[in-house]
């Protein structure tokens, strides 16, 4: 039950996504404000290298435990981003990997600074 219940989840996320604010956002401080994107921007741009936010957790398959680590990759990949002091993270991709005993999160993205 406790992985039908976790597919379930797998499956609203995925399918809501469109719906959502993930396909494109901005993370903002007061020193920068960094767009993410599925897709491209409409700007000219330098890459400056492909970054990733990951997390690997038990697979206890509970709703909250696996929001927390969602949001800790995003986080992941939101301070690889600024570490690099990238403008955006374009063509994002999040996948999810689901082991025997874990779970895997993997938010992936090129970096890039405006020109």
Known sequence: ???LIFIGLI???V???PF???????????????????????QDYEVLQVITGYV?????LAKDSFLNAYSTA???????AYKLKADAVVGIHV???NGADNLRIMIYGTAVKYK
Do not use: C, P, R
């Open 11 to 13: 499956n609203l996320m």
């Open 15 to 17: 399918f809501a996504a």
């Open 1 to 3: 039950m406790k992985k």
């Open 56 to 60: 690997e957790t038990t697979s206890t």
């Open 95 to 97: 996948e999810f990997i």
């Open 74 to 80: 995003w986080a992941n990949l939101a301070a690889e």
């Open 20 to 42: 959502v604010s993930h396909s494109q956002g901005v993370y903002k401080t007061k020193e920068t404000s960094i767009t993410y994107t599925t897709l491209d921007v409409k």
